[in-house]
Nanobody, 119 residues
Protein backbone atom coordinates (compact mmCIF):
# COMPACT_ATOMS: atom_id res chain seq x y z
CA UNK A 1 0.00 0.00 0.00
CA UNK A 2 1.34 3.41 -0.98
CA UNK A 3 1.53 5.97 1.78
CA UNK A 4 3.05 9.43 1.98
CA UNK A 5 2.51 11.32 5.22
CA UNK A 6 3.68 14.90 5.67
CA UNK A 7 4.21 16.66 8.98
CA UNK A 8 5.90 19.75 10.35
CA UNK A 9 3.89 22.61 8.92
CA UNK A 10 2.79 25.59 10.95
CA UNK A 11 2.93 29.33 11.43
CA UNK A 12 6.30 31.06 11.36
CA UNK A 13 7.46 34.66 11.18
CA UNK A 14 9.34 35.96 8.14
CA UNK A 15 12.98 35.00 8.37
CA UNK A 16 12.18 31.94 10.44
CA UNK A 17 12.67 28.25 9.74
CA UNK A 18 10.59 25.09 9.57
CA UNK A 19 11.37 21.48 8.78
CA UNK A 20 8.84 19.34 6.96
CA UNK A 21 8.94 15.55 7.02
CA UNK A 22 7.55 13.05 4.56
CA UNK A 23 7.38 9.42 5.60
CA UNK A 24 6.74 7.19 2.62
CA UNK A 25 6.25 3.59 1.69
CA UNK A 26 7.19 1.71 -0.43
CA UNK A 27 10.56 3.02 -1.57
CA UNK A 28 10.40 5.23 -4.68
CA UNK A 29 13.00 6.40 -7.14
CA UNK A 30 12.16 10.07 -6.61
CA UNK A 31 10.46 11.94 -3.79
CA UNK A 32 9.63 15.58 -4.27
CA UNK A 33 8.15 18.50 -2.43
CA UNK A 34 5.54 20.71 -4.03
CA UNK A 35 3.42 23.61 -2.88
CA UNK A 36 0.19 25.28 -3.79
CA UNK A 37 -0.77 28.76 -2.70
CA UNK A 38 -4.38 29.98 -2.85
CA UNK A 39 -5.38 30.79 -6.40
CA UNK A 40 -2.14 29.46 -7.87
CA UNK A 41 -1.07 26.29 -9.62
CA UNK A 42 0.84 23.61 -7.79
CA UNK A 43 4.56 24.09 -8.27
CA UNK A 44 7.64 22.00 -7.70
CA UNK A 45 9.91 23.01 -4.83
CA UNK A 46 12.60 20.31 -4.68
CA UNK A 47 13.20 16.65 -5.36
CA UNK A 48 15.64 13.96 -4.31
CA UNK A 49 16.56 10.79 -6.15
CA UNK A 50 16.99 7.49 -4.36
CA UNK A 51 20.03 6.03 -6.13
CA UNK A 52 22.50 8.92 -6.32
CA UNK A 53 20.71 11.38 -4.01
CA UNK A 54 20.27 13.75 -6.94
CA UNK A 55 18.78 17.03 -5.83
CA UNK A 56 17.19 19.92 -7.63
CA UNK A 57 15.51 23.07 -6.33
CA UNK A 58 13.16 25.63 -7.76
CA UNK A 59 14.87 28.97 -8.35
CA UNK A 60 12.58 30.62 -5.81
CA UNK A 61 13.92 28.48 -2.95
CA UNK A 62 17.50 27.81 -4.07
CA UNK A 63 19.88 28.67 -1.24
CA UNK A 64 17.12 28.76 1.38
CA UNK A 65 15.62 25.26 1.33
CA UNK A 66 17.45 21.97 1.77
CA UNK A 67 16.06 18.54 0.89
CA UNK A 68 17.53 15.51 2.62
CA UNK A 69 16.64 11.95 3.47
CA UNK A 70 17.00 9.34 6.16
CA UNK A 71 17.07 6.03 4.30
CA UNK A 72 16.69 3.97 7.45
CA UNK A 73 13.44 5.77 8.29
CA UNK A 74 12.33 6.07 4.66
CA UNK A 75 11.73 9.74 5.29
CA UNK A 76 12.51 12.83 3.23
CA UNK A 77 12.87 16.22 4.88
CA UNK A 78 12.55 19.77 3.62
CA UNK A 79 14.41 22.26 5.77
CA UNK A 80 13.09 25.72 5.01
CA UNK A 81 15.16 28.71 6.10
CA UNK A 82 14.76 32.46 5.75
CA UNK A 83 11.09 31.97 5.05
CA UNK A 84 9.18 34.69 3.24
CA UNK A 85 5.46 35.49 3.13
CA UNK A 86 5.40 34.27 -0.47
CA UNK A 87 6.38 30.80 0.77
CA UNK A 88 2.94 30.50 2.35
CA UNK A 89 1.20 27.49 0.81
CA UNK A 90 0.07 23.94 1.37
CA UNK A 91 3.14 21.77 0.96
CA UNK A 92 2.83 18.26 -0.46
CA UNK A 93 5.27 15.46 -0.84
CA UNK A 94 4.93 13.18 -3.83
CA UNK A 95 6.64 10.13 -5.23
CA UNK A 96 7.31 8.85 -8.71
CA UNK A 97 9.85 7.51 -11.19
CA UNK A 98 11.08 10.73 -12.80
CA UNK A 99 13.63 13.35 -11.74
CA UNK A 100 11.40 16.34 -12.35
CA UNK A 101 9.83 19.37 -10.70
CA UNK A 102 6.72 18.95 -12.83
CA UNK A 103 3.81 17.87 -10.62
CA UNK A 104 2.37 15.87 -13.53
CA UNK A 105 5.37 13.54 -13.33
CA UNK A 106 4.32 12.31 -9.89
CA UNK A 107 1.54 9.82 -9.33
CA UNK A 108 1.44 9.43 -5.58
CA UNK A 109 0.69 12.30 -3.21
CA UNK A 110 0.44 12.99 0.48
CA UNK A 111 -2.39 14.92 2.08
CA UNK A 112 -0.45 18.18 2.44
CA UNK A 113 0.61 20.35 5.35
CA UNK A 114 -0.01 24.08 5.72
CA UNK A 115 2.90 26.49 6.01
CA UNK A 116 2.05 30.09 6.84
CA UNK A 117 4.69 32.80 6.96
CA UNK A 118 3.31 35.89 8.62
CA UNK A 119 3.83 38.38 11.39
Amino acid sequence: QVQLVESGGGLVQPGGSLRLSCAFTPDFRVVGWFRQAPGKNREGVAYMGRVLSERRYADSVQGRFIISKDKSKQTVYLEMNNLKPEDTAVYYCAAGPTLSLDPDAFGFWGQGTQVTVST
